[in-house]
């Protein structure tokens, strides 16, 4: 069985929507199960809408009913010959949510669970809106309120799952998942012990779809793969705005997609998708609008490492702190208070390189407080640019680095899964092009 996920952009038009259907037709197999996040926006102009009930409630309205009419038009185009009946649906969901905004603005509060209650509709009216297709195109399906299986505590806007009682949920009621057909059912949303409605938190739909496959490989179906379908082919080498060669990595360890994620690179947070990766069940991200191009396999661990180098991820301008350590110091101990201090103030370390006579570290936030300490004497900071190419044992590949690297950059630090490039100048997209050319590898 597999586990299909399809995010915002897959499921924001009519057009879309016939194209993830048309994935789950061809990639799915005989029996999935399928998660739907909202359609694109749509969370977000809840939220806005929320805000705005408490004093602006007419222009709060004003955004739902917008997001009415694009509801409504998608369905439309869909379903022409159910639209009337699923409109009367999707109209009373509207009212609802118009109902929620009048209680908060009477009530003169946003309360975490009526913020979970509004912003948990996307979901609810992306799926209708998608059975209704499907049932208009007589493909075999089914809705499952996931409200039922997935059970939180009751932090309703960033709510944790009770994995225990979510199980007995899941097992006691595995055979609505065995149904034939498309199993469709919602992402991002739960609900707590006393029935009310809570969510996992932005982008909580790849979530949903990595516990959902624990789950029921817990409840002792095969789970053979979760497919997060978004709109780019998997995980590239680069940025493809800058690098437009970057090219879809078909396999990379889900510490390495930690790392770039670290880096600010936009990828996939690999604690999404945690579940699925602990009970061994392979997590694929495609494209559904280029469903037969290159995708990515994230896995757990690497049994077979080979060196092998992956990315160029351009940090572009962070700040470097130098600190000479005054003959009579430890750097250990200077080190510790450094990081207590760089910690205290939400400084995020890229780097840090202590030796017994220099400590120096990178970070991408300001490092002002530093100048306020006992230390500012022996402190100097400068602006510098770095890169970091990620990949597997890149140990191995230093000395190919070190061959490929443009004038005035420098290595200044190696980890298992990245090197770091130092230059006092920007780089340019035409090194950042060559180093990728020359060092990007993509075996099969
Ligand atoms: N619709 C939710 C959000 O935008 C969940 C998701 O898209 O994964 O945060
Ligand atoms: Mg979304």
Same mark, same amino acid.
């Given at each position: 069985m597999k586990i299909l996920k399809f995010g915002g952009t897959s499921v924001q038009s009519a057009d879309s929507i016939r194209k993830s259907v048309d994935c789950i037709l061809r990639y799915g197999g005989d029996n999935p199960v399928v998660v739907l996040s909202a359609l694109a926006g749509t969370t977000n102009s809840l939220i806005e809408a929320i805000n705005l009930s408490l004093n602006e409630i007419s222009e709060s309205v004003e955004i739902i009913n917008q997001l009415e009419f694009k509801h409504l038009n998608v369905l439309k185009d869909l379903c022409p010959q159910s639209f009337n009946n699923t409109s009367i649906e999707i109209k009373n969901i509207f009212d609802d949510i118009k109902r929620k905004l009048s209680a908060i603005e009477f009530l003169g509060e946003i309360t975490p669970f009526n913020f979970a209650s509004v912003s948990s509709y996307g979901e609810i009216l992306s799926t209708k809106i998608f059975l209704s297709y499907l049932n208009e195109i007589g493909i075999d399906s089914s809705l499952l309120n996931i409200q039922n299986y997935l059970i939180t505590d009751s932090n309703f806007k960033e709510a944790k799952i009770d994995f225990n009682i979510s199980l007995c949920k899941f097992k006691d009621n595995t055979a609505h998942f065995l149904k034939n057909g498309i199993k469709l059912t919602q992402g991002f949303i739960a609900s707590d012990l006393k029935n009310r409605t809570t969510i996992l938190g932005r982008g909580g739909s790849d979530y949903t779809s990595a516990v959902i496959g624990n789950l029921l490989k817990k409840s002792g179906l095969d789970i053979d793969e979760i497919q997060i379908w978004t709109d780019v082919s998997g995980i590239l080498s680069a940025d493809p705005r800058m690098i437009p060669a970057a090219k879809t990595i078909k396999s990379i360890s889900a510490k390495e997609v930690r790392i770039m994620s670290y880096l600010g690179a936009k990828v996939l947070h690999p604690d999404t998708i945690k579940p699925a990766l602990e009970a061994d069940i392979r997590v694929s991200v495609r494209n559904t609008f280029i469903p037969d191009g290159d995708y990515t396999v994230i896995q *757990? *661990?690497?049994?077979?490492q080979f060196p092998k180098l992956n990315t160029i991820i351009n940090l572009r301008e962070v700040n470097e702190l130098n600190f000479d350590i005054p003959g009579s110091s430890n750097s250990w101990e200077i080190a510790n208070h450094i990081n207590n201090i760089a910690f205290s103030a939400g400084c995020k370390p890229i780097s840090i390189n202590i030796s017994e006579e220099s400590i120096t570290s990178y970070y991408f936030n300001s490092i002002d407080v530093f100048f306020d300490t006992k230390y500012a004497d022996f402190i100097s900071f400068q602006k510098v640019f770095l890169l970091a190419i990620t990949g597997t044992l890149v140990n191995k590949k230093l000395f190919e680095v070190i061959n490929a690297l443009p004038e005035n950059a420098s290595i200044i630090s190696i980890n298992n899964n990245a090197i770091f490039i130092k230059s006092t100048f920007e780089f340019s997209i035409e090194n950042i092009d060559l180093l990728h050319n020359r060092l990007i590898q993509n075996f099969d």
């Open positions: *757990n *661990n690497f049994t077979d």
